[in-house]
């Protein structure tokens, strides 16, 4: 176990060691030697934030997860950085990160099966690790009001269910009596056929890739019609996403179907006003 950082929750690395005796025979080598570990990352599931630091001391250390909400704390706090947020053993951690909406977050990730798996062996900074970590789990990181936090679709404070229909609840109505400069802006691009997303299983040295056609496409256009203007066409234009902490086929496959969703809404409003925030 090597060096174990202050406010780190009491989790550090822990490190194998492989002890080789030689003999006199010429030529031998090593049996490969492979492992499959989870990194205890601390899960935030039920801290205290009416608690300070201190008092929450060891409260998720047993957990061994790989949820990327965790994983994004971890970041911040974590032994993989020197403590960026700078809290105090006195202090609460709500006053540095939006812990309600990454426990939302979290049980998301949850309930999609997302999880995150990434050996970081580069310098980076905070941001991107973030970025990287929220993009499995369909998130963008924010910070309001200096917060750390995150927008990730799907959060259930933004939807109302009702015999598996699902409304969306507004959060500021935009009308011509408060906005105006209304500006919009098609993009014309040439459509993709499908995505080819790329990642890395556990174990595995070699990418594997997830193929995910959009609506009336697939590999070889085969249909029950015998003309060519009805889909199903056969896919020609074709992309490459690499997914880094993916390492599983179903989770790739989800990520490159939202990603195809989105390419299909082409139109951008930006209108300008005074709105609220909450």
């Known amino acids: ?119 970081i062996n580069s310098v980076s900074t905070i941001g991107e690790l973030l970025q990287t970590i929220c993009s499995v789990g369909m998130a963008t990181p924010l910070r309001p009001d200096g917060k750390y936090s995150v927008l990730f679709d799907g959060d259930p404070i933004h939807f109302t269910e009702e015999d598996g229909v699902y409304t969306i609840i507004p959060t500021q109505l935009i009308t011509p009596e408060n906005s105006w400069g209304l500006e919009s802006t098609m993009s014309y691009v040439k459509k993709t056929h499908a995505l080819k997303m790329k990642y890395l299983p556990l174990l595995k040295k070699v990418q594997e890739t997830a193929i995910v056609y959009d609506e009336n496409f697939n590999y070889d256009g085969s249909n029950y019609y015998k003309d060519s203007t009805t889909p199903p066409w056969k896919a020609t234009v074709f992309e490459t996403i690499n997914l880094p902490g993916v390492t599983d086929y179903d989770h790739a496959h989800l990520l490159g179907s939202f990603y195809l969703a989105h390419e299909s809404a082409p139109c951008q409003h930006t209108p300008r006003g005074q709105y609220s925030t909450q």
């Open 1 to 119: 176990i090597v060096n174990v950082p202050p406010n780190s929750g009491d989790l550090a690395y822990t490190v194998a060691t492989l002890t080789a005796k030689a003999d006199n025979l010429v030529g031998q080598q090593l049996k490969p030697f492979s492992t499959e570990v989870i990194g205890r990352v601390r899960s935030f599931e039920n801290y205290d934030d009416s608690k300070n630091w201190e008092q929450n001391r060891g409260i998720g250390t047993d957990n061994a997860t790989m949820n990327p909400a965790w994983v994004y704390m971890h970041v911040l706090i974590g032994n993989g950085a020197d403590n960026p947020l700078g809290i105090r053993n006195d202090q609460k951690l709500g006053d540095f990160v939006d812990l309600v909406t990454l426990k939302r977050w979290a049980k998301f990730c949850d309930d999609m099966n997302f999880t995150f798996n990434l050996i």
